[in-house]
């Protein structure tokens, strides 16, 4: 007789269970999850981060406020983070390291990396105040390394974040695409989709958003009148009366152009016998409808206010929004006594970084149309009897100067003397004259003994040249990172950092690949808040170029140094 065997019925949620199959978890999905929304620092990544994060505390070209250096570090460490994460991937598609390798790397970076970052920070402190004293600026106090590590690590967290978001969005999209395509297809769609996504919003939210931004504020700018500056009451300044071009096309920096210039009583004072009140021609750009009716309309200004008939005939090549120091035209009036006639012209509003970077071709085709209308008429004159031509360029405006000869012979041959400040790496004279130097000079302060041309490194080199005048004077502080900035850095050591270093450079100041660019790019940003003579700041340094070109005649030292405590005053 069978037994019957009774067990006992299901548990009913149970056997519900039983009947939805269980969901399948893909290592893919189970990966993706790991990677993306728990992961954590790469030990390859952290590891270089750190080293780059130290290296930012190095010394640079000029010193930097507590704040700017922290978004350095921050932001040097994340690229350092973002290397060593590539070289991590790269080394994990030959071997894997187990976790116990992991684990002993991780012991080593928390053992030495706080040590290592300490004694970095201190160094830097140490070198930030040596660079200032150097500089003659007043030294950081030392709390401001504390408020430095803050805003870097709130730097570096902020970028960190920002890349993770971005990587979460390329791993989303190549899961969408795994069910369509094979895997590494989709999350190389996902990658191509994520950057194109990315470059699109930065190129036109962010870059367009602050360029127009800049246009109008930029516009906005010009269309004021500085402090003080009131409509000229002479006839011999564009925009006073009988002038051809209206005062309120001159633009904000026209109008300052020509009212600053110093009274015939203050260049009576220092000249010691009588002055003449000097003339000052300007166009800008609602002066005339394009660059070579400016020119033309210059030219006609001159004519009409005898500008020829003066011993010195000036033209400025100003900085992008027109800009001229001051103290460049004033240290040329006070030298000859107001007998002097200078001239410039607007080409854009934007300041010259802006300039440079979007459209260079404004600067060249304004400095070709106002140096050769100026420079056909006065060829035009009897040699005996013509003025003394002299040009002016400073950043952006060396640039637009050097384009318009197109050679250093051109150069040397078409003034009696061209005085240019602070010059950069584009310009394609400087780099030509540069390269070919004579064997043992030095790239801050080179040599070129085939043409009469003179580079300064600093100005009172200037007072100490025999033989013959130079006809082309190139001043460029060594410290100044409008000359020595270029996109070359990122891999490339430069000259001006082999051998011996430039008079205000310190020679704590290494070459690291990246980091070395990075801050050189940072010190554009201040590079006119520094004391006269350092970073891309010349003012009465002029004077001594002027000097050397074309000085009058019993001009001595002694007068270009009263002149330039004068101007310094």
């Given amino acids: 007789m069978r037994k019957l065997v009774v067990s006992d019925p299901p548990d009913q949620g149970t056997a519900r269970k039983s009947r939805i199959p269980a969901p399948r978890r893909s290592p893919e999905n189970t990966v993706v999850r790991r990677r993306v929304v728990r ?11 750190a080293l780059f994060y130290c290296l930012s505390f190095t010394p640079s070209l000029l010193p930097r406020p507590w704040f700017l250096q922290g978004v350095v570090a921050g932001l040097t460490g994340a690229i350092g983070y973002a290397a060593g994460t590539a070289v991590g991937a790269l080394v994990r598609l030959r071997w894997w390291p187990s976790r116990r390798v992991e ?9 030495l990396v706080p040590i290592l970052i300490l004694v970095c920070l201190w160094l830097g402190t140490r070198w930030q105040r040596e660079l200032r004293l150097r500089l003659g600026m007043e030294p ?4 401001d390394a504390l408020r430095t590590v803050g805003i870097s690590l709130l730097t570096f967290g902020l970028l960190l974040l920002i890349a993770r978001l971005l990587r979460l969005g390329a791993h989303g999209i190549a899961r969408l695409l795994g069910h369509l395509v094979p895997d590494y297809a989709a999350y190389c769609a996902g990658f191509v989709v994520v950057t194109m996504l990315s470059y699109g919003a930065f190129d036109g939210l962010v870059v ?3 360029y127009t931004t800049a246009d109008r504020s930029a516009a906005l700018t010009d269309s004021g009148t500085g402090h003080g500056v009131v409509r000229p009451a002479s006839a011999l300044r564009s925009g006073g009366p009988g002038s ?3 005062w309120d096309s001159l633009g904000r920096q026209g109008r300052n152009f020509v009212t600053r210039a110093p009274r015939v009583a203050e260049l009576a004072a220092f000249t010691r016998q009588a002055a003449r009140e000097p003339i000052r021609l300007y166009a800008g750009l609602a002066s005339a409808e394009d660059v070579s009716a400016r020119a033309g309309l210059i030219v006609r200004e001159m004519d009409r206010t005898g500008a020829f008939d003066r011993s010195v005939v000036a033209v400025f090549t100003p900085t992008g929004t027109g800009w001229v120091d001051n103290d460049v035209t004033s240290s040329l009036e006070f030298m000859y006594g107001g007998d002097t006639a200078l001239v410039s012209m607007q080409y854009s509003y934007l300041p010259s970084s802006i300039s440079f970077a979007v459209d260079r071709s404004k600067v060249t085709e304004a400095a070709a149309a106002l140096i050769g209308a100026v420079h056909d008429r006065w060829a035009a004159m009897p040699v005996t009897g013509r003025p003394k031509l002299l040009i002016f360029g400073e950043s952006l405006g060396t640039y637009g100067t050097e384009k318009t000869f197109g050679t250093a012979e051109k150069m040397v041959r078409g003034a009696d003397g061209i005085l240019l400040e602070g010059p950069t790496f584009a310009n394609p004279i400087h780099q030509e004259l540069t390269a070919g130097r004579e064997a ?13 041309v003179e580079f300064a490194s600093q100005a009172p080199e200037l007072r100490s040249l025999t033989g013959p005048r130079p006809k082309v004077v190139y001043m460029q502080n060594s410290s ?11 891999w490339h050591r430069p000259g001006w950092l082999r051998g011996e270093r430039g008079p205000d450079v310190t020679p704590d100041m290494h070459w690291y690949p990246v980091v070395t660019f990075w801050q050189t ?3 554009l940003i201040f590079a006119n808040k520094v004391p006269v003579g350092h970073g891309h700041v010349y003012k009465s340094a002029a004077v001594d170029g002027w000097a050397a070109l074309a000085s009058p005649p019993g001009w001595t030292v002694d007068d270009t140094l009263r002149l330039r405590a004068l101007l310094d005053r």
Avoid: H, K, M
């Fill in 103 to 111: 684990r002993i790397a991780w012991s080593l970076l928390f053992a």
């Fill in 440 to 452: 043992g000079s030095t790239v801050w302060d080179p040599r070129y003994p085939a043409l009469p």
């Fill in 140 to 143: 950081q106090q030392e709390y």
């Fill in 480 to 490: 100044d990172p409008v000359v020595w900035w270029s996109p070359t850095l990122l």
């Fill in 521 to 523: 790019t940072v010190d």
């Fill in 244 to 246: 051809l071009v209206d």
């Fill in 39 to 49: 992961c954590g620092l790469s030990v390859t990544g952290f590891g270089l981060s």
């Fill in 208 to 210: 367009d958003n602050l």
